[in-house]
């Protein structure tokens, strides 16, 4: 039975993983034409509505929320739903359909900021080996994007600011992960997720009324609002909820091999939708980062 368990449980996050691949190269690149903020809050408040419908009883832990947990969910919010996926959706959107697979590898760098904020935040001990692999992990990031080339602010210009938003991504979803950690040690992966989107979206609610972004609801085609609700119902909460369905079923080693579905299913849709191929030098710089990640993973007893 545990070993049908584990099965399920990896079969969820790896579909979860190829979900998100899907939505990187596929879905949310396709909404270019909107404000990349009013574009993140329609994707955070689709899947709320929808959760509402299913999860509405979890408002009662409202009255349960110290101050502490108020905050920690505000930074999960501001980290990991504001900030992280802005941050990713400008970077798809710079490429213009160029190089999504190469920003969505770089997405892959998340652990390296999330082992060294846990460090710092929570006070986790850092793996002795930590410095190595996330040297060799963020050096094949640049070799994954400019190749042998020095980077030239005339023609990589769009290339170095979507790398640098995807960079951003990770270290503000790496730090999400972090203020999440502390709060599932309170509260189920159903009141944390229901939560997170509650609270980004209310966040995202305000600076779109402020910023005068919310008058993009009268530009939206039909186009964009299928591919909203597409995202909403699959690569949004879908895919959260199998990630998580799975992820407590497993150990963290064996859903980081499972993640890799992400990355890999990144660079086969890239392929099969806009025939776009990494080169060699770029090959070979995912394969260490992507290496170099799994060995952050590793369990320190494993690696002796």
């Known amino acids: 039975m545990d070993r ?24 949310t690149p396709r909404l270019y034409n909107l404000d990349v903020l009013f574009v ?69 760098l998340q652990p390296v900021f999330s082992i060294a904020l846990a460090a710092i935040i929570l006070k ?37 600011y979507a790398s640098l938003y995807a960079l951003l991504a990770a270290f503000s979803f790496g730090s999400s992960t972090v203020f999440s950690k502390k709060i599932l040690l309170k509260y189920s992966f159903h009141t944390g997720t ?15 009324i402020l910023s005068g972004k919310v008058m993009q609801f009268g530009e939206v085609t039909n186009d964009n609002w299928m591919f909203f609700i597409i995202i909403g119902f699959t690569t949004g909460s879908g895919a959260i909820f199998l990630y998580y369905y799975g992820l407590i079923r497993i150990r ?4 980081t091999m499972c993640e890799l579905f992400f990355p890999i299913s990144a660079v086969f849709f890239d392929y099969i939708f806009h025939g776009k191929v990494l080169n060699w030098i770029q090959w070979i710089a995912a394969a260490v980062m992507i290496f170099a990640i799994i060995m952050l993973n590793k369990p320190e007893k494993e690696s002796k």
């Open 194 to 208: 229901f939560f997170r989107y509650g609270f980004t979206t209310i966040i995202l609610l305000l600076v779109v």
């Open 124 to 160: 986790e001990k850092l793996k002795k080996r930590f410095i190595t692999w996330a040297l060799l992990a963020i050096t094949a990031s640049y070799f994954l994007v400019f190749g042998y080339n020095l980077p030239n602010m005339q023609t990589d210009k769009q290339s170095i």
């Open 252 to 255: 963290a080693m064996l859903a």
């Open 40 to 108: 993140v809050f329609v994707l955070h408040l689709i899947p709320f509505v929808i959760m509402n419908i299913f999860l509405f009883k979890e408002y009662r832990h409202l009255r349960q929320f110290s101050k502490g947990d108020t905050f920690t969910f505000f930074l999960i919010a501001l980290f990991g739903g504001v900030i992280g996926t802005s941050a990713i959706v400008k970077a798809l959107f710079l490429v213009n359909f160029q190089e999504l697979s190469v920003v969505v590898l770089l997405q892959k």
């Open 4 to 27: 049908k368990i584990k099965i399920i449980g990896a079969v969820a996050v790896s579909f979860a993983s190829i979900l998100w691949g899907f939505d990187g190269i596929v879905l």
